[in-house]
């Protein structure tokens, strides 16, 4: 049988935060990092809408004279002219966009707007030469009037069918009034030369007809968005109240592990003195009340080691926003991990080699100290005696690992792990039958300690192990983990 | 033989460490109060006090009572006696506090000995500090 | 005259006493015992500069002492800090927490100061420490902050 198992271990970091933040005049908008994905959707859109441009002046420039373009009229290069000068703008929101300096200055709510008012005024050139009326090319602002309502509260959003109204019926009166020449993209053979004269009140009816649909527009979409958004935010809310809830208990539970201590102190104590009488007053004990009191003092060391256990992975529920992250030299860490449990091993015969190299991560050091002594602990305790447990820190170090990724190494010739346990042995207060035989004072906390590092820092982590014969275990820092602080902070917080 | 007064509020440890040293000759008097040990201490000077720092309902209150004693002995002029400071503060809170941290003004105490409290350990100190008082 | 990098050191020294003496003076009027263990804790900082002694021999510290500031003398005075804080006596443990962390961070800012000045001398490792040591203690403090360690228990 084969019992050499592989398994690389990674842990999804929980669901990002809600879309919703700011309130607007009583009512919830979008938060920046969601405008800011919009704001990239809106260029992205932008440059199909220029495409679309540029191909129609094409089409129309190789293939009006052909049967494909009976029945429209193209006229002159406005689409390349529109198309360029669109261009020009996107270029510039683009630039906004992904440049923090100016982005700075400019929020995502006035990048938004201001794409929003350079494509109204694209549209009114387009429903111009398309046609102001006759055409369906005035529904063309029914896209930003919808968006609108999803993007901003409803007062807010009621500028753009107010702009759209306006640059419509500005485009249509400047031709009445003959300061334009109104066009139609349908030939005027199928559709009669335009005379607005002629026209007359039903050319009244439908721009107002055509107004009203905006205004409709606006109004059904913008209720149905204040609905979704009210039932999102009903659910933050609910959210938030089982998170505050949540850590009630959570510290509720802890003061009583705290509590917990101190009795635990007294019972040690006592069996303390009960040895020391043992020893020093050479007092009858039956041999088996020594070992029964040696067992005692094993679960009740067995009983603090839990809690503080427990009182680390408690640490680690601590919301990032609260905390500090830097840069933080894991070699440091490391170094400090062996110096503190050198005297345990050397108890034991257990030499522990190392290769280490300078590694910066960014975190929190406490984190990651839990990670790496845990680590190296388990490596110790679980080797036989005599063994040696190998600890490396370099980068690029693990074939699943990346160039740049800095990858921790515990290797030790201990009891391994059995394979169909190896999945398991991650999970809280999990311990194989071995490791009990082989230490009846460990906790089953420890790597799960591991696993909520590496869940927070999206840590991977690779577990070989073969049983009788040692595990190694690689924990692979994501590329990039050497980022700078902000990163970092507003990557952790998404998990919050 | 010497005097010695125990102060911690937990009974089990404050007992545990009062038959370790009674076991070696010296007298034990046990308080698991402050106030209570101030009033045993102006009745009888103790030669040596193994101190704990928190109390019920006063989380400093080792700290509170070995400056008073360090003031009480000053202003009577009568040499301080020896304080053996004992807690697991730095369990509770991670303070880390040690005896770089003794001080005359914050922390006039001999010795800082975390717990659980090694009976060998504290022999030896118990036995210094009484073979040098003002040593520590 | 050149104000010699002593006269700065001297002056982090009273700034730390004068931190001692500021929590010395909430510790004797608090009423919450976990303002006043704070206390204790904190006014362990007086001892922060020994650094200086443990990493500097006596005649490279006397060197040092006597290494003109390569720019004017900072207005970092003591005095100025702590005579705009008050602690009232029912100040809570977060209180306490948050005017430590304050006054740490100015003396940070005043160590990044002089370190500016003394790139790749040997007082410039010193200073790093410093650094680095206060640093580390105002995480701590925050972490003890965050973590709760002062909700009113009923017993021990």
Redesign the interface.
Known sequence: MNDHVLKEFFWEKPAAASYISARSGGEHQMSDKVLIRNVAWYIRLRWISISLLVLYYAASALLSRTDFFKGIQPRGPWPLLLALCLSFANTVFFLFSENIKLGKLFPPVGQLWAQIVTDLFGIVIVVHYCGSVGTPSPFLYVLHIALACIFFSTKTSLLVPIMASMLYCGCVALEFFGALTPRSIFAPEAFGPLKYSVMGQSLIWQVTAVTVIFFLLWYMVSRLSKILRLRESQLIRANEETRRTHMEKE?YS??MT??L??PL??????I??LL??KQ??HQELPLEAVELLHRIDIRAKGMTNLI?DVLKL??LN?PME???PKTVEIDLLVKEAIDEMKSNADNRGISIETDIEPLSVVGV??HFKMLIENLIANAIIYSFDGAAVRVSCRKGAHESALPGEAVFTVADSGIGIPEDKVPQMFDDYFRTKEAINHNSASTGIGLAIVKKVAQTYGIRLSVSSHLGKGTTVSAIFPAGAADTVDAVRNNTMDAE | MAYILIIDDDPDIANASANVLRSEGHEIETQLVPEDAMKSIEKRRPDLIVLDVMFPGDASGGFELARWLSRKFKETKQSPVPVVMVSAINQKVPFGFSNSDIDDAWLPVSEFMEKPIDFEILKSKVKFLLANPRNG | METPLGKMLDRAQEYVDSMAHFFADFRDRATDDYSRLLTYHIARHKKSLSLLHSLLTPEELSRVRTTPLKTGEDDFLPERVFNSYYLVSESKPSEVIATAIDFLEVLVGFYEWLDDQFQGMPISKVLKELIEKEGKEIEKLRSIETESFFEKQDTK
């Open positions: 510290k802890i003061q705290h509590q201590k101190s102190d007294a019972i040690r104590s006592n303390s003195l020391y009488y020093h007053k503080v408690s640490r601590t609260k905390l500090t050091d406490d």
